[in-house]
T-cell receptor, first 118, second 112 residues
Framework: GAVVSQHPSRVICKSGTSVKIECRSL??????MFWYRQFPKKSLMLMAT?????????EQGVEKDKFLINHASLTLSTLTVTSAHPEDSSFYIC??????????????FGSGTRLTVV | AQTVTQSQPEMSVQEAETVTLSCTYD???????LFWYKQPPSRQMILVIR??????QNATENRFSVNFQKAAKSFSLKISDSQLGDAAMYFC?????????FGQGTELSVKP
C-alpha cells in the first residue's frame, strides 16, 4: 500500500530559528500534499495544500510567510516553520495523494512531527 | 464549504460491547466520500472505513460498520465486539474540493 514518510518525528528548536519538516511518498507519486496542525486532544486543522511544481494554497488565517511549503518533486514536500516561537509548538502531520489513486483511498498520512520551540 | 461535526467529545464502552460514534456533515458537492479515521496514542492516522456517497449500501469492515443517512447528512460508526485496542481518538472526515476536512474527534475508551 501507499506509504508516506515524515521526518523528523520530534524536533526541539530555539525561539527565532527555523525548522524544516519533510514529507516523502515512498511508493507512489504524490501530486498533492496536505499539511495539518494538531493541538493536543484536538482535531486536525488543514494549513495548506500543495501541488507539485506550483505554489501552495493556504487556508484562511495561516501565515504563508511563517509556514513555507515547497513541493518541488512528486515525492517530496517540505514545511519550514520560520522564526519559530513557542506558540508554533504543535504536532504537524502531512498527507499525500497520488493522481492514479482512487480519490476515496488517496489520502495517506505521515506519522507526524512534534515541534517544541523553547 | 464542507463542515463535519462530531458532538461526542468522549465515549466509553465495555469490552465486547457495541458502541456508536456520531457524525453529521454538510457539503455542497454532489459526489463525495466520507471517512472514519482512528488515531491511537502513537498519533498515526489510520483509515478505519470509508463510504462513497453515491452508494446506498452501508460500508462494513469486519467489526466496523457505518450507518450512512444521506438525506439527514449523518454518518455514524458502529464498533461491534469492542476490544481494548480500539481505544483511541476517532475522527470523521469528508473530502471537499480534494481536501480532507475533519470533525472535532471523539475519544473512545474501552473498559476491561
Amino acid at each position: 500500500g501507499a506509504v508516506v514518510s515524515q521526518h523528523p518525528s520530534r524536533v526541539i528548536c530555539k525561539s527565532g530559528t527555523s525548522v524544516k519538516i519533510e514529507c516523502r511518498s515512498l511508493d507512489f507519486q504524490a501530486t498533492t500534499m496536505f499539511w495539518y496542525r494538531q493541538f493536543p486532544k484536538k482535531s486536525l486543522m488543514l494549513m495548506a495544500t500543495s501541488n507539485e511544481g506550483s505554489k501552495a494554497t493556504y487556508e484562511q488565517g495561516v501565515e504563508k510567510d511563517k509556514f513555507l511549503i515547497n513541493h518541488a518533486s512528486l515525492t517530496l514536500s517540505t514545511l519550514t516553520v520560520t522564526s519559530a516561537h513557542p506558540e508554533d509548538s504543535s504536532f504537524y502531520i502531512c498527507s499525500a495523494r497520488g493522481a492514479s489513486l482512487d480519490r476515496g483511498y488517496g489520502y495517506t498520512f505521515g506519522s507526524g512531527t512534534r515541534l517544541t520551540v523553547v | 464549504a464542507q463542515t463535519v461535526t462530531q458532538s461526542q467529545p468522549e465515549m466509553s464502552v465495555q469490552e465486547a460491547e457495541t458502541v456508536t460514534l456520531s457524525c453529521t456533515y454538510d457539503t455542497s458537492e454532489s459526489d463525495y466520500y466520507l471517512f472514519w479515521y482512528k488515531q491511537p496514542p502513537s498519533r498515526q492516522m489510520i483509515l478505519v472505513i470509508r463510504q462513497e456517497a453515491y452508494k446506498q449500501q452501508n460500508a462494513t469492515e469486519n467489526r466496523f460498520s457505518v450507518n450512512f443517512q444521506k438525506a439527514a447528512k449523518s454518518f455514524s460508526l458502529k464498533i461491534s465486539d469492542s476490544q481494548l485496542g480500539d481505544a483511541a481518538m476517532y475522527f470523521c472526515a469528508g473530502n471537499q474540493g480534494g481536501k480532507l476536512i475533519f470533525g472535532q474527534g471523539t475519544e473512545l475508551s474501552v473498559k476491561p
